[in-house]
């Protein structure tokens, strides 16, 4: 079984920037497919960038070149830098990691980004 908590969430203006991180417990990192996601008032929750047991990295077109995605393997942390962000990157982000059948969530952190 694997914990996941997210910090790092608030309030910030459009254009700057926000670091979120998810602190992992219960097993490392390493073994799992790691990831933000994203839940934005009245829409499904969606991909934001993941980072896969190969060490490779996806984005989401939408984040691509403004939010880069960061494994620690030994402190079992995962970060997400977000810059430039605009009001439509306001939602809930959530940590997430996964291995075959099992995904994992963390409880989230709202990112409000005023226009």
């Known amino acids: 079984q694997v914990q996941l908590v997210e910090s790092g969430g608030g309030l910030v203006q459009a254009g700057g920037s926000l670091r979120l991180s998810c602190a992992a417990s219960?097993?490392?990192?390493?073994?799992?497919?790691v990831g933000w996601y994203r839940q934005p008032p009245g829409l499904p929750r969606e991909m934001v960038a993941s980072?896969?047991?190969?060490?490779?990295?996806e984005y989401s077109d939408s984040v691509k070149s403004r939010f880069t995605v960061s494994m620690n393997n030994a402190e079992n942390t995962l970060a997400l830098q977000m810059n430039s962000l605009q009001p439509e990157a306001t939602a809930v982000y959530y940590c997430?990691?996964?291995?075959?059948?099992?995904?994992?969530w963390g409880q989230g952190t709202q990112v409000t980004v005023s226009s």
């Open positions: 997430s990691c996964w291995n075959g059948g099992n995904q994992y």
């Open positions: 980072v896969f047991s190969s060490g490779s990295t």
């Open positions: 219960g097993s490392t990192f390493n073994m799992y497919g």
